[in-house]
């Protein structure tokens, strides 16, 4: 069964500093993207996409290497320097694109992504400085791309860039009724013109949307602004200025007065540019949200454990990483602040006036000292010198005063507020998480197991939306440092959530989302070597669902190596299987230990079209109760444990094993490792000592050659519908 397309993969390349989205010259642009393009791309996406699809950046390598094919809806080229696209996908890149598209993918190029889309660009021509000119291999406008459609552009600068008058083509949309408006205000900065397009509608060219002003360059009649076209089973829209700039997302700049009435310009008329653009996301097959769907903002995070002394004491145990600053308890991680809430206080948008109002006459003497303007990180002429930690986490506090969530947000640079709770849980009035539930069964489920610490759990922190519960532990190692074996984070919402390869996603409600830390050390390693946590955590999921109560045990869930969680989907003659979770272990060493963390994502409850536990287990005859995240959570943490424990014992026994193989969808499989030159092989597990998967090389008539490959996890990736182990980013 072939997986749902549910991801829309935007190019990210190496993203550049300056601010352009046209073709730059310059020899060092790197892989073409400029970062305020990709964030632009995902901020605007992911308001008219999420959560139906996963908005995610992308690099080249992985366009070129990774099996994304299979799971891509849409594929993006957001604005930046074209000839950085082709330095890096020209070739088996593009060829990859080209054979996506043609099989049923869409392609949708803004501006820099408009030029690389099609069959020739000519920019600047007859500028020296600036000239641009070339044949494109993707060709999916069968004509040429030109430009500057408006003169003025300057690299780096906002100078060139204007609220350029576009007219929507209604007859090219289902569903563009009277309701919709005929133009709007689209900001432009360095994009071209689809030359003649309207005489290439006979190669499946439409015009989506025209300028109405005079262009600096000849365009034909129809001054194609944004086209369409129809490429084999699927299908592409290339654009020249960018619909997907939201005008809260571009400041105004007191050096070039101009750009404010551009700002202005593009505002009024914003309500049809999102519906222009939720209509050319209609037209290349995706559902798009009625409405945008506002990224929620980051919640306080709540420090609970079983015993309120478990709170305290952890509290005090962090003295050595915490900073003051105006009397408030700081810790300035590697890539998070964290205020520790005061007993009794509330951190509440009163308290942050008052954090600024206290930083705020230091503000100006860091920048003079710093070389740096707050918030544009504009550096002057006079020598840099390091911030101290209170100036940095004072940006911080200022930064986080002055953002809208309505605005592509600095998650990084917004302080995170830990509360703990030393005397007694939160309230399900206040939080969506029901502690003395959690608390009640991770306590029967230790009890069961008789796990001598009983640590996996006993101390949680809880936050409704958060980053990542990954990227804030591993992120930042001295609090991770600091952090006993067996504390978990958990969610119900995360706004950047992590993958293998950097994927980063917006996780909605309906998910168990957590991270449990743990230190491993050099010389236990030898005997339990840490690439088995990964194997011992799906492991833990699989007895956690199963053992968590009568009954559970039918829930069809299954492993696919060497982090993957699935599920067999009943009704169905051929058992087809679909993913439901997964897992990542991220390590850094420090000292004479591993410190780990282990990210565990599962859908829970999630609405269709995903695949949960919960709607699994209502197909069961009779139907079972649904879980409860807090019960799961337990039930998982206190197998996971046990399993641990067990591990630095004895090691991966082989009662583990055998578990392991009980629940994986690899016996005896039949796979291409494309590492070893396509050759042909049968799975036969994985070997106990490192935990590589074992295979054995096939020859004629499917024979054994006796020769016998092992392949890493951390090298390799298993795309198991196409029986394709191939070399991983």
């Known amino acids: 069964m072939a997986s749902k397309k549910m991801n829309v993969l935007v190019y990210s390349g190496i993203p550049q500093t300056h601010t352009s989205c046209v073709e730059d010259a310059d020899d060092g642009i790197g892989h073409g993207t400029t970062t305020e393009s990709v964030r632009h791309c995902l901020y605007t996406l992911r308001r008219l996409l999420s959560p139906t699809y996963a908005v995610i950046p992308v690099t080249g390598e992985i366009i070129i290497k990774e099996p994304w094919f299979s799971t891509c809806a849409l594929l993006v080229f957001p604005g930046g320097a074209d000839l950085g696209y082709c330095r890096t996908l020209n070739g088996e890149g593009n060829r990859r694109i080209s054979r996506y598209v043609n099989s049923g993918g869409s392609y949708l190029g803004f501006c820099a992504g408009g030029y690389y889309g099609s069959s020739r660009c ?21 004509g040429v791309c030109r430009g500057l459609a408006f003169a003025g552009f300057q690299y780096a600068s ?34 071209g013109v689809f030359v003649d397009a309207d005489k290439l509608q006979h190669r499946g060219v439409e015009v ?74 209609q037209k290349l097959g995706l559902v798009v949200n009625e409405e945008e769907q506002a990224v929620p903002s980051l919640s306080r995070l709540h420090l609970t454990s079983h015993t309120a002394t478990a709170v305290s004491d952890l509290v005090a145990s962090w003295a050595e990483v915490v900073t003051v600053v105006d009397g408030d308890t700081y810790i300035k991680g590697e890539n998070d602040v964290f205020c520790i809430e005061k007993p009794g206080s509330a951190w509440s948008v009163k308290e942050l006036k008052r954090a600024v109002s206290a930083v705020s006459e230091k503000l100006p003497t860091m920048a003079a000292v710093t070389g740096v303007a707050l918030g544009n990180e504009v550096q002057s002429g006079s020598e840099n010198k390091p911030k101290t930690k209170e100036e940095e986490i004072e940006e911080c506090i200022k930064h986080t005063a002055v953002t809208s969530p309505d605005q592509i947000v600095d998650y990084e640079k917004i302080v995170k507020v830990i509360v703990p709770h030393d005397q007694g849980l939160p309230s399900t009035r206040e939080i969506p998480f029901h502690h003395e539930a959690f608390f009640a069964n991770l306590s029967f489920y230790h009890n069961k197991f008789q796990n001598p610490a009983a640590s996996f759990g006993k101390h949680l922190l809880y936050g409704e939306v958060v980053t990542s519960t990954n990227s804030m532990l591993e992120k930042n190692p001295a609090l991770l440092r600091n952090l006993p074996t067996g504390f978990t984070m958990t969610a119900t919402t995360q706004i950047a959530g992590r993958g293998r390869g950097g994927n980063v996603w917006i996780s909605p409600s309906g998910g168990l989302m957590f991270s449990t830390v743990m230190h491993h050390s050099t010389a236990l390693s030898q005997s339990a070597p840490v690439v088995f946590i990964q194997y011992l955590a799906a492991l833990a999921i699989v007895q956690g669902i199963k053992n968590y109560a009568p009954g559970y045990e039918k829930i069809p869930v299954k492993l ?21 979770g997964g897992i990542l272990v991220n390590s850094s060493f420090s000292g004479n230990t591993y410190n780990l963390v282990c990210g565990i994502g599962l859908n829970l409850s999630n609405a269709l079209p995903t695949t949960s536990l919960n709607l699994l287990a209502t197909t069961l ?24 424990d067990a591990f630095c014992h004895a090691g991966f026994t ?15 499989q039949l796979v291409t490792l494309e590492t070893e030159g396509g050759v042909k092989a049968r799975i036969k597990g994985i070997t106990r000592d490192w935990g590589l998967l074992l295979a054995e090389e096939l020859g004629w008539e499917d024979r054994p050659t ?21 070399r991983k980013v």
């Open 122 to 142: 000519e920019f600047e021509v007859d500028d020296p400085k600036m000239a641009v000119v070339g044949e494109r291999e993707l060709a999916f406008f069968p």
């Open 158 to 191: 906002e100078a060139g860039a204007r609220a350029a008058s576009v007219k929507i083509h209604k007859d090219a949309f289902v569903n563009a009724d009277d309701t919709v408006a005929d133009h709007f205000k689209c900001y432009y900065n360095g994009g």
């Open 208 to 281: 989506l949307a025209s300028y109405t002003e005079h262009l600096h360059v000849d365009s034909g009649a129809t001054k194609a602004a944004i086209v369409y076209r129809k490429i084999g089973e699927g299908h592409a829209v290339l654009t020249g200025p960018h619909p997907e700039f939201a005008p809260q997302n571009l400041t105004k700049m007191p050096g070039i007065p101009s750009y404010a009435s551009v700002i202005d310009r593009i505002a009024a008329t914003d309500k049809t540019r999102i519906v222009f653009l939720g209509l050319v996301l």
């Open 560 to 580: 696919k190596w060497p982090n993957d969680i699935y599920a067999q989907l009943p009704g169905s003659s051929n058992n087809p299987v679909v993913k439901i």
């Open 621 to 644: 005859s009779p139907p079972l109760k649904p879980f409860t995240h807090e019960k799961l959570l337990a039930s998982i943490l206190a197998h996971l444990e046990s399993l641990y």
């Open 654 to 668: 082989r009662d583990m094993e055998g578990d392991y193989y009980d629940s994986w969808l690899h016996t005896n």
């Open 706 to 726: 006796g020769r016998v490959v092992t392949l890493q996890s951390d090298s390799n990736s298993f795309d198991f519908f196409r029986g394709l182990v191939r």
